[in-house]
């Protein structure tokens, strides 16, 4: 079977790796020719709306799937005349403006912040009357990693995003004094049956996650519960095959739902080493039909975003349970170029592992807890 994949970089990659014990193949389509994927499978170099180009992507494919969610949502339509494609067209449309994201939340009964939604920046100063501050405006579309939001914490910074953002429509939504940031990964597959992976603490520089904990630290069994009949109300209603993750803020013991993506995510990375099957595999599993497999944890994992540089591997690799993953991207600020997971069988222990790290890892932006720190001094 061979599987077509929307993007080409470090989330194809993975998939990618994750599929060939299987004897699956693949083929991407990406625009970029130096995408990761190109050492390990063959690729279109094309524009997603070169309709030319997906017809000679679609030829002999069994299914298509996605790994970026910016893809043009007429080219999964064009796809989808043709073969399966999965998660469904409806779900990364969806996905792709946070006002249908938010009004899906709002529809399924699923917690949220308060928002305001903006047909252009002339409408901000209204709309910071009626949530006050402070706030974050984001665009509707294209904005991840931190791109596309900008915080207003006073009436000088609303004056200064009027005069400089362009982008319409927007969402003002009231800030939120979020204890810290949580991620659920589900997955559903063809038969309705439903998997959850234990809920993640994230931590985040500059709007870029940076440092994974998984299991979260501290989490009961009905913070889990609610995080899962979350996913689950979304999986549902969307008839949703495939990995979905729900980025969410913890609020006095509550979840609030942030935003969804419909594919893999960089907070699963952790999984591959720190999980009975890892996000990757559950996902091929689910689009092609095959029994879902474990999500229970191997112990407790940390896994942390390396950033536009790389560690030196022979004072990596040289630690117990440390596994180093490079896209073979390009170096440059801001760009996750690869990632780092520590595993052990008991928080306790995974403090002591982390603590071990390079100094590389010891700096600021990577977000380590007190604990942590504590220890590597």
């Not at 470090?10 to 970029?32: E, I, K, T, V």
């Not at 991620?183 to 038969?191: F, K, N, Q, Y």
């Not at 996913?231 to 549902?236: I, K």
Request: glycine content about 6%; aromatic content about 8%.
């Amino acid at each position: 079977m061979t599987i077509g994949i929307l993007g080409g970089g470090q989330l194809g990659y993975m998939l990618a790796l994750a599929g060939y014990p299987l004897n699956f193949h693949f083929r991407f389509l990406d625009p970029s020719p130096q995408a990761p994927v190109g050492r390990i499978a063959p690729r279109v170099t094309a524009e997603y709306t070169d309709f030319e180009a997906l017809e000679k992507f679609a030829t002999g494919l069994a299914l298509v799937t996605y790994e970026f969610e910016n893809v043009p949502i007429e080219a999964v339509h064009f796809l989808q005349k043709r073969l399966p494609v999965y998660p469904s067209p409806q779900a990364l449309e969806i996905a792709q403006d946070r006002r249908s994201e938010k009004s899906l939340f709002k529809r399924l009964g699923i917690p949220i912040t308060e928002f305001v939604t903006l047909d252009s920046a002339d409408e901000l100063d209204q709309a910071v009357r009626k949530l006050g501050l402070p706030a974050i405006v984001k665009t509707c579309r294209l904005g991840y990693d931190g791109k596309g939001q900008w915080p207003l914490r006073t009436d000088d910074d609303v004056a200064q995003i009027k005069n400089s953002v362009s982008a319409k429509p927007l969402v003002l939504e009231k800030f939120v004094n979020f204890s810290r940031e949580l991620s659920i990964l589900a997955v559903r597959a063809h038969d309705g049956k439903t998997a959850f992976y234990p809920l993640v603490e994230n931590r985040h520089r500059n709007g870029i996650l940076r440092l994974s904990l998984a299991p979260a630290p501290r989490i009961s069994l009905a913070l889990q519960h609610e995080a899962e009949t979350a996913a689950l109300r979304v999986l549902e209603a969307l008839d949703y095959i495939g990995v979905l993750t729900i980025e969410l803020f913890e609020c006095d013991g509550r979840l609030l739902a942030n935003e969804m993506a419909p594919r893999v995510h960089n907070s699963g990375h952790w999984s591959i080493e720190g999980a009975v099957t890892s996000q990757f595999e559950n996902h091929l599993r689910a689009v092609t039909g095959l029994p879902l497999g474990d999500t229970h944890t191997i112990g407790h994992s940390a896994m942390l975003n390396l950033i536009g540089e790389l560690p030196d591997p022979s004072q990596l690799l040289i630690l117990p349970d440390t596994h180093l993953h490079i896209y073979g991207k390009a170096l440059r600020p801001g760009r996750k170029v690869g990632h780092v997971t520590v595993r052990a069988n008991s928080e306790e222990q995974l403090l002591a592992r982390v603590a071990q790290l390079p100094p590389f890892f010891h700096r600021e932006e990577f977000c380590l807890p007190a604990k942590h720190v504590q220890h590597a001094k």
